[in-house]
């Protein structure tokens, strides 16, 4: 590791150990705001200011890629929980606007596998996400999603029995 290479603020952190990451934690942030390349970047951005401020301190704990990306994950859920306190608010003095869904999915998200990972409660849905997608292992995703690897392993093994059955269904259904 280079002393040059180090960020001055969180010194066990390279910017090309960033870098190297950067489409993984990307992917990861679409995924957070459902596919919105906009508002991903913007978690991007905020998740480096967070690093380069030292706000966030990476202290080894874990890998720098499963810390960037608990780091993603919490700057999301404080956006969902801004966005759900505004819209509390608009509700509340009857200013509500139509809200168009828009339907942001990657090319191979129509497969019937995929359509079946979309329909999964959330937390298995994550962790699917994290493992096949994103390449973590069940620790590493479990960390993200700040529950224990056991809780991590759950979902996991819940997510692949639910999606068996789904597939099974769905490939019954079309013989």
């Keep these: 590791m280079r002393d040059s290479d180090v960020l001055e603020n969180n010194p066990h952190i390279t910017s090309s150990a960033l870098e190297a990451i950067h489409s993984r934690v990307f992917g990861w942030a679409l995924s957070r705001c459902n596919f ?11 998740a480096y200011v967070e690093l380069l401020s030292g706000n966030a301190r990476f202290d080894n704990k874990s ?3 499963t810390f960037v990306f608990g780091v993603v994950q919490n700057l999301a859920r404080s956006r969902l929980r801004r966005l759900a306190s505004r819209l509390r608010l ?14 942001a999915a ?25 493992i096949f997608c994103r390449e973590l292992t069940i ?16 979902h996991y093994d819940r997510a692949k029995k639910a999606l068996k059955s789904r597939l099974q269904e769905r490939w019954e259904l079309e013989q």
């Design 36 to 46: 919105d390349h906009a508002v991903a970047e913007d978690l991007m951005q905020q």
């Design 63 to 65: 890998s720098l890629q």
């Design 90 to 103: 608009v509700r509340h003095n009857n200013y509500m606007r139509a809200v168009t869904a828009t339907d």
């Design 106 to 130: 990657e090319a191979d998200a129509s497969s019937d596998v995929w359509v079946a990972v979309r329909q999964l409660p959330a937390r298995q849905r994550d962790i699917v996400e994290l």
């Design 139 to 154: 620790e590493e995703a479990s960390g993200v999603m700040g529950v224990s690897t056991g809780t991590g392993r759950r």
